[in-house]
């Protein structure tokens, strides 16, 4: 039986949030079995878009390997690796990007939210940042790509760019799919939940970070804002209930009709919020152990995302030959 070949990434820049962890990082974990094969890169290329410093972006990026390893990714069976260490995602950047429409690109809204944000420095890495993703996907000939609902239009980019190469070239990709968790795939601000959460709010109390203490976490969700309604219900237009709920399914694997059955008929938010954050806590808190286990031994670190590198190397460079003998450049 031919494996199901699944990729995705993340930016190391800053510690992942409970969004990261429930739109993307849970699945990664979930999805390794026996019938898939997984890839899973620190996507260090795509941080340059925002300035960074070198050093700080070195050691970040080592950080994000080992709490990957913590979330429950086995580099033994998955390689792990850091993007910049596989020097086909550079190559096959540029042949993507000549059969990519600025068109296409211009449609991307989180250029339109990352260059409001970052309006001092709207360089052209921003712009063509989708390229580089849909290159990552495409080099490993990825089935599934798991991503929170945000990277949705960008795997569907990649999907596009892959069919248009196709057409012009023969079949040299396969045409992945995104996968996105039903409940969790938009894990939203505490403060404000009609906002996606996100690690570079400006606001520590709108995100639960992996890597916040359990009392943090506790006082965070007891913050969480709500609504006026006083009931305990997943309804159309209460984010922040909705949300709350949402995020207890998620991390429990409850459906939400279960998760709203199991509070008493009357029971309060003050309830609510204590029992989504008990149970955040129960899920989180064996990562945070083990990080701080794998993170202290830097030597098997550096070589285990050497050998995912390598892994890695072997299967992209396939897709480098068969792709630079089809354009004219091998
Ligand atoms: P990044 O680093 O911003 O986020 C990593 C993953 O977390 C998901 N995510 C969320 N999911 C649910 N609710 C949220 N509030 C939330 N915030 C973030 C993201 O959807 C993502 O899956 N471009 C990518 C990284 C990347 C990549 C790739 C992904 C690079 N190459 C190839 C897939 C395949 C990014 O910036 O994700």
Redesign the pocket.
């Known amino acids: 039986m031919e494996k199901k070949i699944i ?5 190391p820049s800053g510690v992942p ?1 409970l ?2 962890y ?3 990082l849970r699945n990664w974990k979930l999805l390794q079995s026996d019938d898939k094969f997984c890839y899973y890169c620190v ?1 260090n290329m ?1 941080a340059l878009t925002v300035r960074q410093d070198a050093q700080e972006l070195r050691s970040r990026s080592m950080g994000m390997a080992a709490l990957l390893i913590a979330c429950g990714i086995d580099p033994k069976v998955s390689p792990l690796f850091i993007q910049s260490d596989v020097v086909q995602h550079a190559q096959l950047n540029w042949v993507l990007a000549c059969n990519t429409y600025m068109g296409e690109l211009n449609r991307m809204t989180q250029f339109k939210d990352k260059s409001a944000k970052h309006a001092d420095n709207i360089n052209a890495g921003l712009f063509t940042y989708p390229v580089l ?1 849909a290159g ?2 495409l080099l490993y000939q990825a089935d599934l ?1 798991p ?5 949705k239009q ?1 795997v569907e980019l990649a999907r596009n760019i892959a069919i248009r190469f196709n057409n012009a070239y023969g079949e040299i990709f396969k045409v992945p799919e995104p996968y996105i968790p039903k409940l ?4 939203m601000s505490l403060t404000d939940p009609e906002k ?3 690690k570079s709010d400006a606001n520590p109390n709108s995100y639960i970070s992996i890597l916040d203490d359990p009392a943090v976490i506790t006082k965070k969700f007891k913050r969480a804002v709500t609504d006026s309604e006083g009931r305990i219900a997943y309804e159309e237009g209460r984010h922040g209930v909705n949300n709350l709920l949402s995020i207890y399914c998620a991390v429990t694997g409850m459906t939400m009709e279960d998760a709203v059955a199991s509070f008493p008929e009357g029971s309060g938010y003050g309830l609510l919020k204590k029992t989504v954050a008990d149970a955040v806590i129960a899920e989180i808190e064996p990562v945070q152990n083990e990080y701080k286990r794998i993170l202290a031994d830097r030597g098997e670190l550096e070589a285990i995302v050497k050998r995912g590198a390598e892994q890695a190397s072997e299967v992209a460079e396939k897709t480098i030959d068969l792709v630079y003998k089809k354009v004219g450049l091998r």
Request: hydrophobic share 35%; proline share 0%; charged share 15%.
């Open positions: 990729l995705s990434g993340i930016q949030t969004g990261n429930i739109g993307a996507a795509h993703m990552d996907i790509v991503v929170g609902h945000d990277q960008h969790g795939g938009r894990v996606k959460m996100s």
